[in-house]
């Protein structure tokens, strides 16, 4: 019985770490584009003035 409750703690444990991590990394997702679109601006305006 006390593995048993071991093995509970401890997937919680797991899946609580899982999606903390999972909401941080979705959190910096639309920082992660928005800086994506600009380095595509950026290359696309450097392309027009010939550089």
């Keep these: 019985m006390d593995a048993l409750t071991l093995w509970i703690l401890a997937a919680s444990g797991v899946i609580t770490i899982l999606l903390f991590t999972v909401r941080g990394l979705l959190e910096q997702l639309p920082e992660l584009f928005a800086a994506w679109h600009r380095a ?12």
Excluded: I, N
């Design 40 to 51: 595509k601006k950026a290359l696309r305006d450097q392309e027009s003035r010939g550089e």
